[in-house]
């Protein structure tokens, strides 16, 4: 009877550790694609851990994707981003992916340019306090005529690709 007991305790201790949580998804990261989100491959991808599978923002599409995230100390939001295009060695220095916040209530407020060389690239909510959305967005910036040349270069176009975007508090 004794060992029964023991047997008992192991199985339940077992399935605890087996079976996941109902909640499997850690809400620390991106949960939801916006509908304003504009030109973008397979967005949800972008969505909650990174996994190697990634959204595919072309030249001037963006991705708006809800992410509650607080402003603590250091930095807020870790994007994991790659580009493509880049194969040649060519890839202009001005090509980079502007990052958007919003408060609730509020309006669109940059906070900063990442490069999608490495992952994370990270970000500080600076003033902001909390935010509710975030959008990617992918152009040339501060160049109004860079945005008539051709996109295709050695037949490759250039994209960046979202992975996954972490609130860090
Ligand atoms: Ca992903």
Redesign the pocket.
């Known amino acids: 009877m004794k060992r029964n007991w023991h047997f008992f305790i192991f199985v339940i201790a077992a399935l605890g550790i087996l079976i996941p949580p109902v909640q499997t998804q850690p809400v620390s990261y991106a949960s939801r694609v916006l509908e304003e989100t504009y030109l973008v491959t397979e967005p949800e991808?972008?969505l909650y851990a990174?996994?190697g599978?990634?959204a595919i923002i072309p030249a001037n599409g963006f991705l708006d994707l809800e992410l509650v995230a607080e402003n603590g100390p250091g930095d807020d939001i870790a994007i994991y981003a790659g580009r493509s295009g880049s194969e040649e060695g060519i890839w202009p220095e001005m090509m980079s992916y502007g990052v958007l916040v919003k408060e609730d209530g509020g309006d669109w407020k940059a906070i900063g340019r990442g490069s999608g060389i490495s992952a994370p690239e990270k970000f500080e909510l600076g003033e902001i306090r909390r935010i509710t959305k975030i959008r990617i967005l992918f152009k040339y910036d501060e160049n109004p005529n860079l945005g008539v040349r051709p996109w295709r270069l050695h037949g490759e176009e250039y994209v960046i690709k979202v992975?996954?975007v972490e609130a860090l508090h």
């Open positions: 991808a972008a990174p996994d599978r990634y992975d996954a």
